[in-house]
């Protein structure tokens, strides 16, 4: 794997850092604090960032000896130079190891199980207890158990539900604004009830988890050994871990919140199989991040952690599908913002997100090419979302400036121009994912509504940038044109909606059944460049509106 | 505080005022130089004098003797001067720089990039770029990747940039993360390769990557419109330049060049808040807005072309100095061309001499400074009219301090 970072100076962090001086001829290898340049010109040839390498130094007393000034190295002190200290930063304290986890030592394990239970009494966390009716449901310590038992003999499921998640809701509050007691193994609990935080029952459950194919990081300090976080990386099918990882009641993909899938693991499988095609035997992986030590948390060690971990990972491994529940705060929160081209596609009944990629690869393992870039990856993608939630898209650098998003009553958002437009002017591009017709069934909904077909079997998933907020109309003020392209086809005036006829790129059997352009022409359905007369076919073939690879059929046709 | 003067109005008493002042200084000037020649001493003291008097009237400042400016100052001689510049250069909005191309670079990298592309974090850099640029780089906080320009190991000077060592060096790093990449066109050599310039602009534009251009030594672009030199629109989002680096504006004004509205607006706020000190010297304004007048409306064209053809005229008689002396062409690097004010003199067909022990002894014998120097190369700038006068002398100068230089190294 090509390491791209070295290239990449940062001279402030260069140029603000603690410095010493050292001559020369031993600063290969160091990072320089200050500019040195040949005078004349005066061009720098090291600034604060770079790397002094034994060429640049040797280059450097060539020209001092040729004659040259040399400005930036101290010719008085022996030709010293500005380079930063080597000191013990934050990483240095810490040891980051990635293991296979079948390798693991009962040690380790036993450990790592102390440590998850630790992790658990340590705040008033809903992973107290259990009450055997409900073992997916955790409960925290402040609850009223008594009464809990007493809502658990209810008949009625609704009195149920109703009574048991009043009880846990004020038990939360309550554990929010208590610590939980430094004895929580020697409370007792009544009959029905059992803790997680039983020492020999966690180390049960986090045996049997490492006895799946995967891979674990822990976190130590250098020093005292102790065990600071740890990330699991588990592998196996769906179908185990499904039963075993909580996943039973998301929501995928429903177009309805009560469509819970508890205790219904034939539709869960259904629908694994339908939006992404894998079957329960198909494997896949699932990551997850304890991370309890302050000094750790934050993504500059969280990255190191995660990139430790990509460094080790198989490439077989690496091409798994992944599919994690990572709450949407704290450390796991970063890892969550980090996976990219991920989907949440299901949300858990604790309103943890259940995301999903197609290859663990795709997601992870950016962080292996930079720190830097996955910082920047982490705040684009917060950026986005802020800027998708104020305008309902995010823009692209092909998107016209001069344009708002606006609602339009009943056909929902819409796109206006905010100045004059001319025609000819370039509105938006679709940009986005390419796939082919036959793996479009298995994708999710929000994909195949927001594609424009750019070839026989082909589409791109517009979903960066305007061009997927455009309406349809049957009398449209824009065309598309270079497969992607919407441009204005005549002059918009400020305030009027921008809009293009879906047909001229399509041609696939898709069909919107009832338009509502409004349009004096209106044609009622729409379907494809086919189903249009061939008054409005030629109009909009004359005007050049028509995708390329339409207008390109159109022609041999008419040949 | 300003006191309240009528605008294009100049009264008979400030004339006359000015001519007092100015004359008794000029009156003792002569008189020295007529009876103490020697005393150069109370002569330059004489010098000053009448400098600081015409500064005083000019600049309006608070020694002054009671006459008023000449002419109002108070409509915006800054935005005239711009005016100028974006006329001259061809584009939609100028701006003066009063901190020179350097500071226009700080400005720019510090104060407008960071707004214009928060979302991004990287900068992109040539390798021949100035000081000022790294100072942008540091206190913009940006990271950065160098961009490293191919050598021309003879001639010891670069090549120019090409699109492709760009593409590459994006791309390894994901386009979406460079907020601009800065060249210097043309090269210190004055060496460029305009299509190349143009397809690294049409490629970072495909891409919302800005690119600016520092062309601090291309201040006479304008004179070169026959010439395959593109317009600044085809291969920069930015343009900055030191027209006082060819004698067109006092020092230390830079220039800024752009089309684009929002990053116009950007250095307009940056420089409101403080990045053009609120006390600018006008005298400075005035004279760039008088001779930027006149190089607009043509008057300046006869000079130009007289140092053109003074830096032509020496190329071509470099043999004269040394027959063994080459002038580096622009297919030399890799050019498509160059500037002919900037010449080149490779010296590696003479065996044993270094061109930095000559170009010192230009400048501390024949007092004859030169740009740059290596171990085989020297620059030499000729961008002067006086220099069409001088081709004899310049000639001379090069060939005997060539002659002490040989003469030295066989000494040794």
Not at chain 1, 464 to 474: E, F, I, M
Not at chain 2, 351 to 358: C, Y
Request: include cysteine; glycine fraction near 6%.
């Amino acid at each position: 794997m090509v390491d791209s970072t070295k290239d990449i100076i940062r001279p402030w962090d260069a140029f603000a850092a603690p410095t010493e001086r050292l001559p020369l001829s031993e600063a290969s290898g160091r990072i320089a604090a200050s500019t040195i340049r040949q005078y004349p010109p005066g061009i720098p040839e090291i600034i604060p960032g770079m790397e002094y390498s034994s060429e640049t130094i040797k280059s450097l007393e060539l020209a001092h000896a040729e004659g040259s000034e040399i400005i930036g190295i101290d010719m008085e002190s022996n030709k010293t130079v500005e380079v930063l200290k080597t000191g013990p930063a934050r990483q240095n304290k810490i040891n980051i190891q990635t293991y296979d986890a079948q390798s693991l030592s009962q040690e380790a394990a036993t450990e790592m199980a102390d440590y998850f239970r630790a992790s658990f009494c340590a705040a008033p966390y809903f992973h107290f207890a259990f009450h055997e009716s409900d073992p997916l449901q955790s409960l925290p310590h402040t609850l009223d158990f008594d009464a809990y038992t007493v809502s658990v003999a209810l008949s009625d499921p609704v009195k149920r539900k109703t009574c048991q998640e009043t009880l846990r809701g004020t038990a939360f509050q309550r554990a929010l604004k208590s610590a939980p007691s430094a004895s929580l193994d020697s409370i007792i609990l009544p009959k029905g009830f059992h803790l997680w935080t039983d020492k020999a029952r966690c180390r049960v459950l986090i045996q049997d988890r490492l006895t799946d194919p995967g891979y674990v990081t822990l976190v130590r300090h250098k020093e005292s050994q102790k065990l600071l976080g740890l990330l699991h990386a588990r592998m196996g099918t769906i179908e185990r871990l499904f039963y075993s990882e909580e996943w039973s009641d998301p929501l995928i993909f429903s177009e309805y919140k009560d469509d819970n899938l508890q205790d219904d693991p034939v539709r869960f499988f259904q629908k694994m199989d339908f939006h992404f095609g894998l079957k329960p035997s198909d494997m896949m992986m699932t990551i997850s991040a304890q991370v309890l030590d302050p000094d750790i948390q934050g993504g500059e060690i969280f990255y190191d952690i995660m990139r430790s971990m990509a460094l080790k990972i198989k490439p077989e491994h690496a091409a798994l599908p992944l599919a994690s529940e990572i709450p949407p705060h704290g450390t796991a929160h970063t890892l969550n913002t980090t996976l990219n081209h991920r989907l949440v596609f299901g949300v858990l009944k604790n309103d943890h997100p259940l995301v999903f990629c197609s290859q663990m690869s795709q997601s992870l393992f950016l962080i292996t090419s930079d720190k830097a870039h996955w910082n920047h990856a982490l705040r684009k993608a917060v950026r986005d979302k802020r800027e998708y939630r104020t305008q309902y898209y995010i823009s692209q650098s092909t998107d016209h400036q001069a344009v708002a998003v606006k609602q339009n009553g009943e056909l929902g958002l819409g796109v206006f121009a905010a100045k004059d437009i001319p025609a000819g002017t370039r509105i938006a591009v679709f940009t986005g994912e390419r796939y082919q017709s036959d793996t479009a069934l298995g994708l999710p909904e929000i994909m195949r509504d927001h594609a424009i077909q750019i070839g026989a079997r082909e589409f791109v998933f517009g979903y960066k940038g305007l061009a997927h907020r455009l309406c349809h109309s049957c009398d449209p003020n824009c065309g598309i044109r270079h497969l992607t392209e919407i441009f204005a086809v005549r002059d918009v005036r400020s305030g009027e909606e921008l809009t293009w006829d879906y047909r001229c790129s399509e041609n696939s059997n898709w069909i919107m059944e009832t338009c509502l352009c409004g349009a004096d022409r209106c044609t009622g359905a729409v379907a494809n460049f086919d189903s249009l007369s061939p008054d409005m076919k030629s109009e909009y073939l004359s005007k050049s509106m028509v995708s390329d690879w339409i207008a390109s059929g159109q022609k041999l046709t008419q040949n | 505080m300003t006191r309240a003067i009528e605008p294009d109005r100049i009264r008979r008493r400030n004339i006359l005022s000015f001519i007092g002042l100015i004359l008794r200084p000029l009156m003792r000037l002569f008189t020295l130089s007529v009876f103490s020649p020697k005393n150069t001493e109370q002569a330059s003291r004489q010098f000053s004098e009448i400098y600081s008097r015409l500064w005083d009237f000019a600049d309006h400042s608070i020694s002054h003797q009671g006459f008023d400016l000449p002419c109002s100052l108070g409509e915006s001689p800054v935005n005239r001067v711009n005016r100028l510049l974006a006329k001259l250069y061809g584009g939609t909005f100028a701006s003066l720089s009063l901190g020179g191309s350097s500071g226009a670079l700080l400005t720019l990298l510090t104060a407008v990039m960071p707004k214009l592309s928060s979302d991004r974090d990287l900068i992109l850099f040539d390798d021949a770029c100035h000081q000022s640029t790294i100072g942008g780089l540091i206190f913009g906080r940006w990271k950065a990747i160098r961009l490293p320009r191919g050598k021309q190991v003879k001639h010891q000077t670069v090549f120019p940039v090409t699109f492709e060592s760009v593409k590459d060096v994006i791309e390894r790093h994901g386009s979406d993360r460079f907020a601009a990449i800065i060249l210097v066109l043309p090269s210190y050599d004055g060496f460029r390769s305009p299509s190349e310039d143009m397809r690294i602009y049409d490629y970072a534009k495909s891409r919302g990557i800005f690119v600016i251009v520092d062309g601090a030594w291309d201040a006479l672009r304008f004179r070169r419109p026959i010439s395959n030199t593109p317009p600044l629109s085809s291969i920069c989002d930015v343009w900055i330049t030191s027209p006082h680096k060819r004698g067109l504006t006092p020092s230390s004004l830079g220039c800024i060049l752009t089309d684009n509205q929002k990053i116009a607006r950007l250095w307009d706020e940056a420089l409101d808040l403080g990045f053009r000190s609120s006390s600018v010297s006008f005298v400075n304004i005035m004279i760039a807005e008088h001779r930027l007048e006149q190089i607009v409306s043509g008057e300046w064209d006869m000079v130009f072309d007289q140092a053109e053809r003074a830096a032509i005229s020496i190329s071509n008689r470099i043999h004269e100095v040394h027959t063994d002396l080459n002038i580096v062409w622009p297919a030399d690097v890799q050019a498509e061309m160059n500037d002919p004010a900037h010449i080149l003199i490779s010296t590696y067909e003479i065996e044993g001499l270094n061109a930095r022990r000559w170009a010192a002894i230009l400048s501390d014998e024949f007092g004859l400074d030169v740009e740059k120097a290596t171990s085989s190369t020297l620059l030499l700038l000729c961008g002067s009219p006086a220099h069409l006068a001088q081709i004899d002398e310049i000639i001379f100068c090069l060939r005997e301090a060539l002659k002490m230089t040989l003469a030295q190294n066989q000494g040794q």
